[in-house]
């Protein structure tokens, strides 16, 4: 391995380290707070490492791994998620009954995992990313363990995943019998010299897209989503919803670059109905929801439904929408999730919607915040949310990809009726008087609400001057193509 | 510029008046009506500065402004006003103005926050009569919404929720549909001229299949035409106009209906000239049934703000088969019926919010003999009732009467049955003004009748369409130069 190589996954290594240090601190009986600033500065440090080694990009790592500007992006939106999402984990898990220490390890695998799937070109890293992103999830979902839901979220997770994994392995065996090669470079060119593609890899790929629609939960393998949301801690819920979800996009939106997937009819077929079935169940099944974890798993449901559509031109402007579509969904999630999170009480997560009842008159800043994040669900203008559905609207009009279009269009007004549902009641008069938590760490509670600040001017500031991010966004995109 | 400096004008002050209500509640009102003031005397003093400019022809387009908003997709700051959005920008100043007038007293609660998404709403519609690029124009047309919601949502009536729930989700279904037609012929221009741009000069060179245009176009009409409202897509209309405070009810008749109709001058016109005319009998159908449908449904109500509701969508009717008519005359007929509509009506919903204030009902069968108690308001309401119905002398008379000689000339028969509209609008008038000021006094309360603001605001709109009925060249000289 040269030293450009070397240098190329150093970010991933510091990533690593991450979770070995927390080790450490907790085999010296370290306390949370040590714990907590000591992962927040290593995230900073897997930022800074990125930037410092910008200029040697794009790296191939044969034959696992490829580091370009793609891989870097992916990477930097999911270390950014993780940062969100440990600040609000402490004040989550400090009044909390379990111990909060062992958290941050397994968040760390889990990122780590997350982070490989981005930057993986073969099928030992794409499997070896998407366990390592699995396994950690399972302890994470169940990890306040003497809650009602919480085991049994674990429990589904875990089985369904084993399962979708054997899935996963048959299918990618499959695609090896086929090419002969678990490279996706190579695949690509016996794909390409090949007549007509061939029904064994048509089965393995469908047998993969169980996997990939089980993680990114495309429906009709979205069965676990609601609950697992539910039972999560919250912090773990929007883990869930924003890096393991980006790491398992990237990676397939890598596969499908490098294959050309687009060209494939029955392929485009496949995916493209899955789509349209995500954008209307995941929009039907949220319209009667009252509790604001299943409706925003739902929501998600048909959000990577609306992503879908922004994969099937499969061309450079719908790999752009699709990475802007995600940043402006993942501070999105933050943002609502960081409000349950700040709202919940300490033995039960706000997520009853009638806990929201008249919360503007109560708590402005808080509901606008909320406000403004279901806003951007709802794809509405000033916010990144009204960009992202634009722009993934733009691929799919320059596509003519007539049916997802129109289904993305009526699926949206259906929409709008759940998150207008949610700020109606935030605006409503009658008011529920929250009860006045204890606040034990005014600092952690002011970085919180820092963080949530920051994440709202962003969204904001994404929706009004796009054109601050998506040069940067092509740019990235642009490095080892 | 200028017209950059309108509408941050109107955003700031919103957000200062939210601000500064935490403070001191009164300022809010103070800093609404001052934006709304300076914005006006802006317009006027363009209108003063441009107006004869437009008459001796020379460029129609009075003041521009461009600047890179989203370069990478083509996408540009373009803002530009010529003698229709002039006209509607006065309007919607002169109304705005009165709306921030009639919330004064109606508005206790979160006034801060009320102001806020009043004047946020007024920002949204002016950005909309001001867009020069079409993702521009549809980012405004979203803008206003939101804040609209909240106001109908917050401040309405006992059925608030639902009514605003159906603008917004309504609202919203049209323009994601003109969404996609925008970006249909964003991309075929791109093709032809391998240029992508989303700017109104540019796009409309584009030449289309006569059935890409057919398709593109119904887009654009669905958007506008829910707006207008047409008739099968009228039905969030009368739920939203009397469900909402007075002033909302008075923005949502004299301005958001008005961007239903200037989307369709200025973009379904020129840009898919051929497959307009190709709709043409079947608009002007519609417009036909709507008047006479929205007539007969004013007739039947027993709300009041209902009632006036079903006028809106009688009035639109005409708009609407004015456009289509292809006409001159109709065309100025529709700008003058678009103004005078915007005043005649919204004095209407004003004086039922006021006789809402006094009686706390909206149901006629409850009024009744309130000429004796309050002899002004009823001489006002009786002014405004003959507007509606189309009397000579006031507004509403001439723009009607134009439209209806214009469509004379494209369609006979459909404008026999258009002008029946006026008479089945005198029933439902005399009837509204019967059951509420006349007959034997169903009250016994001590009424007082309206206060020196109330004058103000009335006898504003009173002066504006006696003046609009005696000399309507000040409007169609504006409008006369468009081609």
């Known amino acids: 391995m040269t030293h450009e ?63 370009d500007g793609y891989g870097a992006l992916f990477t930097g939106l999911i270390i950014f998620c993780v940062l969100v999402v440990g600040l609000f984990s402490y004040i989550y898990f400090e009044e909390r009954e379990e111990n909060p220490r062992e958290y941050y ?12 799937l981005t930057i993986s070109r073969h099928f030992i890293s794409f499997f070896i990313g998407l366990e ?78 169980i996997a990939v629609g089980f993680k990114l939960a495309l429906v009709p393998f979205h069965l676990w989503a609601a609950d697992v949301y539910q039972g999560a801690p919250p912090p773990v819920a929007s883990f869930i919803a924003t890096v393991s979800k980006i790491g398992v996009f990237a990676v397939l939106l890598r596969f499908a670059q490098e294959l050309h997937l687009q060209n494939n009819h029955s392929i485009m077929t496949i995916i493209s109905v899955i789509a349209i079935f995500s954008m209307i169940s995941g929009n039907l099944l949220a319209l009667r929801q009252q509790n604001i974890k299943r409706l925003l798993a739902y929501s998600s449901i048909a959000h990577f439904g609306y992503l879908l559509v922004a994969f099937l031109p499969g061309n450079s402007a719908g790999v752009e929408a699709a990475a802007f579509y995600l940043i402006a969904y993942a501070i999105t999630i933050l943002i609502a999730f960081g409000v349950i999170i700040l709202l919940s009480a300490k033995d039960k997560d706000a997520e009853r919607l009638s806990l929201y009842r008249g919360l503007f008159w109560e708590k402005p800043f808080v509901a606008i915040v909320l406000a403004v994040a279901l806003l951007s669900l709802a794809g509405i203008p000033l916010t990144a949310g009204f960009i992202g559905k634009f722009y993934v609207l733009m691929a799919g009009v320059q596509q003519q990809a007539w049916l997802p279009v129109i289904v993305l269009v009526v699926t949206s007004v259906i929409g709008l009726y759940y998150y207008l549902r949610i700020i109606s009641t935030l605006f409503s008069d009658v008011s529920v008087a929250i009860e006045k938590e204890k606040k034990l760490h005014p600092f952690f509670y002011a970085a919180s609400y820092t963080a949530l600040v920051v994440l709202v001017l962003l969204l904001l500031g994404f929706g009004v001057m796009p054109a601050t991010i998506i040069p940067g966004i092509k740019q990235f995109l642009l490095i080892g193509n | ?102 919330s004064w007293k109606e508005i206790k609660n979160r006034a801060g926050f009320y102001y806020f998404n009043l004047l946020w709403t007024l920002a949204g ?98 958007a506008f035409v829910i707006k207008l409202p047409m008739v099968p897509f009228h039905s969030w ?159 509403n008379f001439i723009a009607e009467f134009l439209i209806l000689m214009g469509t004379f000339q494209a369609n006979v028969w459909l ?54 009925g005696l000399y309507p060249q000040m409007v169609m000289d504006l409008v006369v130069s468009k081609k």
């Open chain 2, 237 to 395: 209309l009368p739920d939203a106009h009397s469900e909402a405070p007075t002033a909302g009810s008075l923005i949502l008749a004299g301005l958001l209906l008005k961007t239903g109709a200037y989307g369709i001058i200025r973009f379904v016109l020129p840009l898919f000239h051929e497959a307009a005319v190709d709709i043409a009998w079947w608009a002007m159908l519609l417009g036909v049934i709507g008047i006479i449908y929205g007539a007969m449904m004013a007739f039947a109500q027993t709300d009041i703000k209902r009632l006036i509701a079903y006028t809106s969508v009688s009035h639109m009717g005409f708009v609407l088969t004015g456009i289509f008519a292809f006409r001159e005359i109709a065309m100025q007929g529709v700008v003058m019926q678009i103004v005078t509509h915007g005043i005649s009506t919204g004095a209407l919903f004003v004086l039922a919010g006021m006789i809402k204030e006094r009686l706390h009902t909206r149901d006629i069968s409850k009024m009744g003999g309130l000429w004796t108690s309050m002899p002004a308001m009823g001489g006002i309401a009786m002014l405004f009732t003959m507007a509606s119905l189309g009397l000579p002398v006031l507004g």
């Open chain 2, 1 to 102: 510029m200028i017209l950059v400096w309108i509408i941050v004008v109107l955003l700031s002050g919103g957000m200062l008046c939210w601000l500064s209500a935490r403070w001191n509640p009164l300022a809010a009102k103070w800093i609404a009506l001052c934006a709304v003031l300076v914005d006006l005397a802006i317009l006027v003093n363009i209108w003063l500065q441009y107006g004869r400019g437009v008459q001796a022809g020379t460029d129609t387009w009075m003041i521009q402004y461009q600047t890179a908003w989203i370069p990478s997709f083509g996408i540009s700051f373009h803002v530009a006003i010529d003698g229709l959005s002039l006209i509607l920008l006065l309007l919607t100043f002169f109304l705005g103005t009165l709306a921030v007038l009639c």
């Open chain 2, 125 to 222: 519609i002016s950005g909309v009569f001001v867009a020069l690029d079409l993702f521009l124009f549809y980012f405004f047309w979203e803008v206003m919404l939101v804040p609209m919601y909240l106001l109908i949502l917050i401040w309405g009536d006992k059925n608030r929720r639902y009514a605003a729930y159906k603008f917004f989700i309504f609202t919203q279904a049209g323009g994601l549909l003109m969404l996609l037609s925008i970006l249909s012929l964003y991309y075929i221009h791109g093709a032809q001229s391998g240029s992508y741009s989303y700017d109104y000069f540019s796009l409309l060179n584009t030449q289309l299949e006569p059935s890409a245009a057919k398709w593109i176009m119904m887009g654009f009409m669905i």
């Open chain 1, 105 to 116: 390890i397994l968040i760390f695998l889990s990122t780590l995992g997350a982070a490989i």
């Open chain 2, 415 to 468: 404008t026999v049955l258009a002008s029946t509209g006026l008479v089945f609008s005198a029933l439902y008038s005399l009837r509204m003004m019967q059951k509420v000021f006349l007959g034997p006094a169903t009250n016994d309360e001590k009424l007082h009748d309206i206060t020196a603001r109330e004058m103000i605001i009335l006898a504003t709109l009173s002066i504006a369409i006696v003046l609009l």
């Open chain 1, 132 to 209: 390592l992103l699995s396994v950690s999830l399972y302890a994470l979902i169940a990890y306040l363990r003497t809650r009602n839901n919480a085991v049994e979220a674990g429990v589904k997770y875990l089985l369904l995943a084993a399962l979708t994994s054997a899935f996963l392995l048959f299918g990618m065996a499959l695609i090896y019998m086929d090419a002969g090669s678990m490279d996706f470079s190579a695949i690509a060119q016996k794909l390409h010299t090949a007549e007509q593609s061939s029904p064994l890899f048509l089965v393995g790929f469908s047998l993969m897209m």
């Open chain 1, 5 to 67: 190589q070397l240098m190329a996954l150093l970010p991933f290594m510091v990533l690593a380290t991450a979770s070995i240090v927390i080790i450490l601190l907790i085999a010296f009986r370290q306390g949370h707070t040590v714990i907590q600033v000591t992962g927040f500065l290593m995230m900073c440090l897997v930022i800074f490492t990125m930037w410092y080694v910008r200029d040697f990009l794009p790296q191939t790592i044969m034959p696992l791994l490829i580091v």
